[in-house]
């Protein structure tokens, strides 16, 4: 007992002291108290294959053994742990949280990340290689050496329907989509329109009934035949799927009720002046007080604002 | 597994489905499973190794535009063949033919080449003058044939109606598996169906919950019929209903049959409702066919011992 203490003192001697790592991550290198990206080797093995699987089957749910991390599950674990599985010494990184890089969120996993890979971190969509995002993709172009991760917090889109997880597989296999029409057909009944605001079901490849985790509509479109490598990781359900680029990406909808998205040109942000992007309301307070709208992607705001250069799709 | 596609000499008669040595066991089977089961030994479980054999080596031909029967006692291998002909069950063994009337075709095997319909149900097609053998398709193939050539009205509503939909969503969900894509359409033919089965189509939109059982029975029937059907299968459609409401669905069943032209197969422990319906009927017990016939033919001379009683019984 005495020896083994001893070897803990000496190895704790040896090793760097923690405010020493911690001064060190100010300074922009990672804290060598973790391993590179904090998860183990075989953890991010694990991860990167069952990417290759969801890569080579666009659309299809691949189970994975989606370890524990500290922050908790349903804060962006699945993400997370795509993200620390493929992060490079050399990668840049944004994170992004509803568009907004500040936000709690995104400010947290960035820290995170940040900390155990010493990578460089950047607010820039065309800088950053990686972009790991909840709710939103960002407004600027994205290209084909950029991968973006999308946190996940509910995996099957046949949840709304089945909720028994072994018959919405056979249903997945089988392509068995008749009850998730049925629940469209009924929103369109009930509400007169497709009552979905966000999470969307897309069809991937023709094949795959998929949930785009909750991007807004406005989103949807830009997941088909998208250049860029969109990742999907559901940490608490222990799922990564994959959109490779160029893939067909199609939302349900019927021939008189087709999908629109929630864009109204009628209004714009108030601080860079876009109307076509996607806005994101605030009460201003004041004697009159009044709801304002903002883009919803802080980054490219800024950018327009400082006049700098962005770059669209032109189909927007 | 089996080639799906069967040589076209073996379709000469007019029928649409046809049993061969069909069969289907719970259990690992032994060298006397055969010889100790049946309705000779009044059991359909193997006292050497426990298999039980719900159905053994069934054959009958269900004819285009009639109506078949299939009766017998609880246990006796009626819905285990339905599930069967239903594609819901996979069999021990045998076949199941399928022949069908030839219309422009299309690739049963991949899900993209499933055409939408254009008002008319298209057809899961067979090349001109062939037949399939509907047990040696894979899953999905079988999921496919039966969303478009196999309609169902099971004993109890549940099981064919997803109580968290509309009425009209019900009915709508094979149109939907069909490719139709129009909700307008798609409420127009349901409105239809629902008019056709004697429901309101007014009442397209309410709760399941809030209809009776004859009327969720007629629900079921309008879904079946939905997809226009090659094959309807009615396992048990009138048990737990009350006698006018039972006489109301059998006269629909008769109706439509009489209208639609449409093939049936009947499961019914009630000799009254195999008589009014259908005209050839099988008696089954302890899983095999004891006798097979005219309808009216075996109610007024049964011929095995089981039949006379099961007539006598009725009587």
Redesign the interface.
């Known amino acids: 007992m005495e020896q083994a203490q001893n070897w803990l003192n000496d190895f704790l001697e040896q090793s760097t002291p923690r405010e020493a790592a911690l001064e060190e991550t100010a300074d922009g290198e990672r804290d060598t108290l973790y391993n590179f990206g904090m998860l183990d080797e075989d953890s991010k093995r694990e991860v990167r294959r069952k990417l290759l699987k969801a890569v080579a089957i666009p659309g299809h749910q691949v189970p994975f053994a989606s370890r524990d991390l500290p922050i908790a599950r349903g804060w962006g674990t699945g993400g997370l742990q795509v993200t620390l599985a493929l992060i490079e010494p050399h990668d840049i990184l944004k994170v992004i949280d509803q568009g907004d890089d500040a936000s709690v969120n995104a400010v947290n996993l960035r820290r995170l990340i940040q900390k155990t890979t010493g990578v460089e971190i950047t607010s820039d969509t065309l800088e950053a290689t990686i972009i790991q995002s909840r709710h939103r993709i960002p407004e600027e172009l994205l290209r084909d050496d950029q991968i973006l991760v999308l946190q996940v917090p509910m995996a099957d889109p046949l949840r709304w329907v089945e909720p028994a997880v072994e018959r919405a597989t056979e249903m997945h296999?089988?392509?068995?989509y008749?009850?998730m029409?049925?629940?469209m057909?009924?929103s369109?009944?009930?509400t007169g329109d497709m009552n979905i605001s966000s999470q969307y079901p897309v069809m991937v490849a023709?094949?795959y009934l998929m949930d785009p985790s909750p991007i807004p509509r406005y989103d949807v479109p830009r997941l088909h035949r998208a250049e860029t490598l969109y990742l999907f990781g559901a940490g608490r359900e222990k799922r990564v799927y994959a959109i490779p680029p160029y893939t067909n990406v199609a939302p349900l909808?019927?021939?008189?009720?087709p999908f629109t998205t929630e864009h109204n040109p009628q209004q714009h942000c108030e601080k860079c002046g876009a109307n076509d992007t996607f806005l994101t309301s605030h009460y201003l307070e004041g004697q009159s007080g009044r709801w304002a709208y903002f883009c919803s992607d802080t980054s490219y705001c800024d950018k327009r604002t400082s006049n700098q250069s962005v770059i669209r799709e032109e189909s927007r | 597994m089996n080639e799906p596609m069967i040589p076209a000499s073996v379709a000469t008669k007019n029928w649409v489905l046809k049993a061969n040595n069909l069969t289907k066991r719970y259990g690992p089977g032994c060298a006397y499973c055969e010889s100790l089961t049946g309705p000779e030994h009044n059991t359909s479980r193997c006292p050497v190794c426990g298999t039980v054999t719900a159905c053994a080596s069934v054959n009958f031909e269900l004819d285009k535009g009639e109506i078949l029967g299939i009766v017998g006692e609880s246990g006796s291998g009626k819905s285990t063949l339905m599930q069967l002909v239903h594609l819901s069950l996979p069999a021990t063994n045998g076949q199941l033919l399928y022949k069908e009337e030839p219309t422009p075709p299309f690739s049963i095997l991949s899900p993209g080449c499933i055409s939408p319909p254009d008002g008319v149900q298209s057809s899961f097609l067979v090349p001109p003058s062939s037949v399939l053998d509907l047990l040696a398709l894979d899953k999905f193939a079988r999921r496919v044939f039966r969303n478009r050539h196999l309609g169902i009205v099971h004993q109890r509503p549940e099981l064919g109606l997803n109580m968290n939909f509309t009425v009209g969503g019900n009915v709508a969900e094979k149109l939907l598996l069909a490719e139709w894509r129009n909700v307008g359409q798609i409420r127009q033919r349901t409105a239809h169906l629902m008019d056709l089965t004697e429901l309101p189509p007014e009442r397209i939109d309410d709760d399941p919950h809030t209809f009776s059982g004859g009327m969720l029975q007629r629900v079921q029937i309008s879904k079946a019929l939905s997809n226009n059907p090659a094959v309807l299968l009615l396992d048990e459609v009138t048990s737990g209903l009350d006698l006018s409401v039972q006489a109301r669905v059998l006269d629909l069943i008769r109706r439509i049959q009489w209208e639609l032209k449409i093939t049936m197969l009947l499961v019914s422990h009630d000799l009254g409702v195999i008589k009014q319906l259908a005209s050839r009927t099988l008696v089954m017990k302890n899983g095999q066919v004891v006798e097979s016939g005219l309808t009216d033919q075996i109610l007024e001379d049964p011929q095995h011992p089981y039949t006379q009683l099961l007539v006598s019984s009725a009587l």
């Open positions: 296999a089988e392509a068995d008749g009850p029409w049925v629940y057909y009924e369109v009944v009930r023709e094949r909808e019927f021939e008189d009720y």
